[in-house]
DNA sequence: TACAGATAAATTGTCAACAAAATTGATGTT
DNA sequence: AACATCAATTTTGTTGACAATTTATCTGTA
């Protein structure tokens, strides 16, 4: 067993920009606020504890969280919004399951997003930022000495969400976290069970390009990465669950 | 006067990819659906006929399209994910008044985006696309001629909406929708009231660009187009309504 | 007259009960 | 025994009413 679950918050990269003013913070007693259920629930499905297809009931989770059904609904409605949940009409609420062309969108997507957020931050000259950055690749290097497999994953989706948010560009650190929650699910649905063994080092050493303030270097590792990622997944056949269900029909 | 409206819909260029599996439509009566809701709404924004500021009372709503202030909140809490409305606590939605911050951000995220689309349009060879573009550059040549000028704005977000959309990347499209619904926001609160005189054939330049599959001359077109459109809005001063606040203040 | 406080109106936030639909399980027929 | 039909349960969708907060109005005092 290697479940040891890293410490989370080490570097807080998450909740992308308040959608309203703060609010007092309806942190009572037993009941969860709307920004706890939802970062509850994306934390959770991007370390795989909810696997995409899981169903999300609505009483189910009101329970779970003490809350009312009208406000899981809510959380639902926007997760449904950001693409990481699916809402089946009279059927309820599921993890997505990216397809292999979801898959495709979101690296297209990504690669000219995260060379202009490279851009920015290397036009900062903020030394606050990388060491900030620097911190987060250590957390990395720990679950990854920990062998812990989901927080590996999300740790790395968050790197690129704190990349955006450090870059001091709100809309694309909001893109990003919307583009890192799908990615994850899509790693998750994909990736070769063999091992995250690809892209170890890698957000290190484009740290270590984006303090020598090299831009050149620090696009070229960032796209390199986000190609070592994409080529490391199985998108050459269907996603697993057809895959399985057909070749059950064949036999 | 002339406040002759420009049909719309004459090429369809809206609905940012079904939320949830298509329904019957519930298209009963007299009340609307989520979506004839949400689409009113927004067009009413990019067509400037809601202004920036503008208090969208959950009853009003209800009432205006016969349905139950439910539906209204939930088709004001995905525009107020899209940025295009504004909710503050306890007090209500509003149309959104982007910064002058936002608007810069909203234009360096379009400039990699379109030049990713343009890209993919290349790509594609597909004649059937020109025609489309073609179709609607007309639509939006018809609309100048009728100086129609909320028709005009409206059209050139969605030429790019449009254009997005026969790329063929889903997710490209959906946020270049977003992205096109602040820019018209953006461009009713800091265009210079000269004139929408700049960006006058730039989009049909671009078409035929892409009809000759001349990816060098689409994408230094684009963005120039982009640059250009910036370059007419008044992003030196605050918005409109704090300047005049301060200054009155001042005197 | 101008301002502070308090009362009244309007609007948003929340919830719980009801209605509709789908899934599951049971029953009867071929 | 297999299939189709039907009933029962579970789950979602919707509505309306109630509570809490904000905004506007009114009154009294300096």
Request: negative net charge; charged residues 30%; proline residues 5%.
């Given at each position: 067993?290697?479940?040891?679950?890293?410490?989370?918050?080490?570097?807080?990269?998450?909740?992308?920009?308040?959608?309203?003013?703060?609010?007092?913070?309806?942190?009572?007693?037993?009941?969860?606020?709307?920004?706890?259920?939802?970062?509850?629930?994306?934390t959770s499905i991007m370390e795989?504890?909810?696997?995409?297809?899981?169903?999300?009931?609505?009483?189910?989770?009101?329970?779970?969280?003490?809350?009312?059904?009208?406000?899981?609904?809510?959380?639902?409605?926007?997760?449904?919004?950001?693409?990481?949940?699916?809402?089946?009409?009279?059927?309820?609420?599921?993890?997505?399951?990216?397809?292999?062309?979801?898959?495709?969108?979101v690296f297209e997507v990504r690669?000219?997003?995260?060379?202009?957020?490279?851009?920015?931050?290397?036009?900062?000259?903020?030394?606050?930022?990388?060491?900030?950055?620097?911190?987060?690749?250590?957390?990395?290097?720990?679950?990854?000495?920990?062998?812990?497999?989901?927080?590996?994953?999300?740790?790395?989706?968050?790197?690129?969400?704190?990349?955006?948010?450090?870059?001091?560009?709100?809309?694309?650190?909001?893109?990003?976290?919307?583009?890192?929650?799908?990615?994850?699910?899509?790693?998750?649905?994909?990736?070769?069970?063999?091992?995250?063994?690809?892209?170890?080092?890698?957000?290190?050493?484009?740290?270590?390009?984006?303090?020598?303030?090299?831009?050149?270097?620090?696009?070229?590792?960032?796209?390199?990465?986000?190609?070592?990622?994409?080529?490391?997944?199985?998108?050459?056949?269907?996603?697993?669950?057809?895959?399985?269900?057909?070749?059950?029909?064949?036999?």
């Amino acid at each position: 067993m290697q479940t040891k679950t890293v410490k989370r918050r080490s570097v807080r990269a998450s909740s992308p920009a308040p959608l309203q003013d703060e609010r007092p913070a309806n942190d009572g007693e037993g009941g969860a606020s709307d920004l706890e259920i939802y970062e509850r629930i994306i934390t959770s499905i991007m370390e795989h504890r909810l696997p995409p297809g899981t169903k999300l009931g609505e009483d189910k989770l009101a329970n779970i969280f003490g809350a009312s059904r009208a406000r899981v609904r809510q959380v639902l409605a926007r997760l449904a919004l950001e693409r990481v949940v699916v809402l089946h009409p009279n059927r309820g609420a599921f993890v997505a399951e990216p397809t292999v062309e979801d898959a495709r969108e979101v690296f297209e997507v990504r690669r000219p997003l995260e060379a202009l957020v490279v851009r920015r931050i290397i036009a900062k000259k903020d030394p606050a930022i990388i060491a900030r950055l620097r911190a987060h690749v250590e957390a990395e290097e720990a679950a990854r000495a920990a062998r812990d497999r989901r927080a590996i994953i999300r740790l790395s989706g968050e790197y690129h969400i704190l990349l955006a948010e450090l870059s001091g560009n709100a809309l694309t650190a909001r893109l990003m976290h919307e583009l890192a929650s799908l990615t994850c699910l899509i790693i998750f649905l994909y990736d070769a069970p063999s091992v995250p063994a690809c892209r170890d080092q890698e957000h290190s050493e484009i740290t270590q390009a984006l303090a020598d303030r090299d831009e050149a270097t620090a696009i070229r590792l960032m796209t390199e990465h986000l190609e070592h990622v994409e080529a490391c997944l199985d998108l050459s056949r269907g996603r697993p669950e057809e895959l399985d269900l057909e070749a059950a029909l064949a036999s």
